[in-house]
């Protein structure tokens, strides 16, 4: 592994361990240089709740690109609120708070998730 996912991932972890404290569901999120994925999980981060990405049939973009994470996010809202979770914490995997990971976190809130 390159130094820099191994910096990433050590953020990631970071902030897990702080986020695992708080007693609402985690979405998560992870970029590919192709694609684009976003889970949330239960509190204890055992089972996931809701899911989708760009690899999927019913998401009209199939590239990496702010279109494609607002996309996901709009569509892991909506299977989130379908599944009864309403308030998540938003767990950015290590990566930078701007561009696509931004893209999907307004998304969405817009769709009606609470972080």
Same mark, same amino acid.
């Not at 996931?48 to 892991?76: F, L, P, Q, R």
């Not at 995997?93 to 969405?108: E, N, P, Q, T, V």
């Given at each position: 592994?390159?130094?820099?996912?191994?910096?990433r991932l050590?953020?990631a972890?970071k902030?897990?361990m702080?986020i695992?404290?708080?007693?609402?569901?985690?979405?998560?999120? +992870?970029?590919?240089?192709q694609? +684009?994925?976003?889970?949330? +999980?239960d509190?204890?981060?055992?089972?996931?709740?809701?899911?989708?990405s760009?690899?999927?049939k019913d998401?009209d973009e199939?590239?990496n690109?702010?279109?494609a994470a607002e996309a996901?996010?709009k569509?892991?809202?909506e299977?989130?609120?379908?599944?009864?979770?309403?308030?998540?914490?938003f767990?950015?995997s290590?990566?930078?708070y701007?561009?696509r990971?931004k893209?999907?976190?307004?998304?969405a809130r817009?769709?009606?998730?609470? +972080?």
């Amino acid at each position: 592994m390159s130094i820099k996912n191994l910096s990433r991932l050590r953020r990631a972890k970071k902030t897990r361990m702080k986020i695992r404290h708080q007693s609402s569901p985690r979405l998560s999120v +992870f970029r590919s240089s192709q694609h +684009f994925y976003a889970q949330i +999980f239960d509190s204890l981060g055992t089972t996931v709740i809701a899911s989708a990405s760009t690899v999927e049939k019913d998401i009209d973009e199939k590239s990496n690109n702010v279109k494609a994470a607002e996309a996901v996010g709009k569509k892991v809202a909506e299977r989130a609120l379908e599944n009864g979770v309403t308030k998540v914490v938003f767990d950015r995997s290590g990566y930078k708070y701007h561009g696509r990971i931004k893209a999907l976190a307004d998304s969405a809130r817009d769709a009606g998730l609470e +972080f």
